[in-house]
């Protein structure tokens, strides 16, 4: 059965990041009918990140006081609804408080994802299940942008919002009607809860549908950790990369490198399959590691480590122009952007038992800080429409990202403290 509770989170996955990338996809066309320029789009696209960041640490207190079931659900609906009315912008203003209302209505998703993991799987099943429902991310706008590519061609730029909302809303009602947690599943049988309770999952049973209530001193608990600090800022260096390609990432191709629309289908879709398969392998070969015995610093921290390494290469695309290069060196970046995804694992390792949601509701909050600081500063570095200066800002964040896992992470193991 958890496999079948995994295959849900990562359609929830892919709807959050269409959700998340039709604006990117469909920003050329609302930059022209809008008169919207290039600092303009880069506020737009920076409004998800605003809300996004700093509802992560109240989307983590409530994750963990309501649950995984219908406040998913709730979740879900929300982000929709503010999908679909982005398609009656008129203008900048609404538009920027669609972003907003999706970025504060998506900004429980990831803790809610990873407390969902952590009740369902074992911790030698973990990693893989994190890269797995992380890949959606990817795969699914791997094979999207060239869809709602051709949708925004084919029917205008409103028309993406109807109908990405439209499906999210109505995935909201069925998350509701199929999503339990373990204990109260009732097609999970006894030997799989035993699989997943003596693995180390946090089956709980027993526990009451809501969880305790929230103290200041939990928050302190987790914003003092060492620990905590190196994956946190691991992700928000880890960040840039990734909100490069959700946000500038078409525009770049269709007005900075010249491509011609099949050109730029093909370019945008080929780095996300790349990130695809990085982060299914960095998953799935770290949890092989883990059950051959190698040390969990390195079957853990090893991916991650050489994902970011893979992810600089992105500024040889400021040296060639040939499509095929370009193309080349993004999805080797990206690549290496999808090998280090799989971050979220050390939440479920390193996280208080009780403040596991509170814990990946601060690490995505600092790690979403750069969806507000990321496009804006590309908005303004690219205001001449040299994209050049960017890639070398990535690159820079990224740096940060390699040098917070090796100083600052250490052992791994989980942080014992009373909550």
Not at 137 to 159: I, K, Y
Request: aromatic share 14%; charged share 15%; net charge positive.
């Amino acid at each position: 059965m958890r496999y079948g509770i995994l295959a849900a989170v990562f359609v929830s996955v892919v709807i959050n990041y269409m959700d998340r990338s039709n604006l990117s996809v469909a920003a050329s066309f609302i930059a022209d009918e809008l008169k919207l320029d290039n600092v303009q789009l880069g506020y737009l696209f920076s409004a998800f990140g605003m809300t996004y960041a700093f509802c992560q640490i109240p989307g983590g207190i409530l994750a963990d006081r309501f649950g995984n079931r219908g406040f998913y659900s709730l979740c879900l609906i929300l982000w929709s609804l503010a999908t679909v009315l982005q398609g009656f912008a008129e203008g900048f203003l609404l538009l920027f408080a669609m972003r907003i209302l999706v970025g504060i209505s998506e900004a429980p998703s990831y803790p809610l994802n990873n407390r969902i993991v952590t009740r369902w799987f074992p911790e030698n099943e973990r990693a893989g299940a994190i890269a797995t429902y992380t890949s959606g991310q990817f795969l699914g706008l791997a094979f999207l942008t060239p869809a709602l590519m051709a949708l925004v061609e084919g029917l205008g730029w409103r028309a993406l919002f109807f109908v990405t909302g439209g499906i999210g809303l109505v995935w909201g009602l069925v998350w509701f009607i199929f999503y339990r947690d373990p204990c109260q599943h009732r097609m999970v049988n006894q030997a799989e809860l035993a699989l997943i309770e003596q693995g180390g999952g946090l089956v709980e049973r027993g526990a009451s549908k809501k969880g305790e209530p929230f103290k200041w001193r939990n928050l302190l608990i987790v914003l003092t950790q060492r620990k905590l600090w190196g994956i946190y800022l691991g992700q928000f260096g880890m960040g840039a990369t990734i909100m490069f390609f959700l946000t500038w990432f078409p525009k770049y191709l269709k007005d900075y490198k010249g491509m011609e629309p099949l050109e730029s289908r093909v370019a945008a879709a080929i780095p996300f399959i790349c990130a695809f398969a990085g982060v299914l392998l960095s998953g799935h070969v770290s949890d092989f590691l883990v059950r051959r015995g190698t040390s969990v610093n390195v079957a853990r921290k090893a991916p991650i480590i050489t994902g970011l390494l893979f992810s600089m290469t992105i500024i040889g695309a400021n040296y060639v122009s040939d499509p095929v290069w370009v193309t080349f060196f993004m999805s080797t970046a990206f690549f290496g952007n999808g090998l280090a995804s799989i971050t979220w694992v050390f939440v479920s390792l390193l996280a208080p038992r009780k403040l596991i949601g509170l814990t990946g509701g601060t690490f995505n909050f600092i790690g979403g800080l750069s969806a507000i600081l990321v496009p804006i500063a590309i908005g303004y570095l690219a205001r001449e429409g040299d994209f050049a200066p960017a890639l070398v800002f990535i690159c820079l964040m990224t740096l940060l990202a390699i040098a917070s896992y090796v100083f600052l992470v250490g052992d791994i193991k989980r942080i014992e403290v009373e909550a």
